[in-house]
């Protein structure tokens, strides 16, 4: 569905709406073929406002902290250098 949406300039709507048609097309299998009664889990209510903060549950000893550190360094330099790089291309032709 995406690739149409691309190819064709009328159809750039494609795209965007395929995941919704998606959820509404399994929804309805769903209640159709009445699957809550043979083990699918239905969400009935979902509560509204933000998740608790778990910052409290955050582990900061162990034997790995210092490998987990330096993994996060070369992440950030990579992601900065990446976004660098675009950047410069997007904004310096």
Known sequence: MS?????????????????????????LIVYLSKADKNGVNIVKHVKGGLNPSSVHELQFHGSNVGQIAKIGLISAVIALTVCYIICSFIFLK
């Open 3 to 27: 690739f149409q949406g691309r190819r064709n300039k009328k159809l750039f709507w494609l795209p965007a709406i395929a995941p919704l048609v998606s959820v509404l097309l399994s929804t």
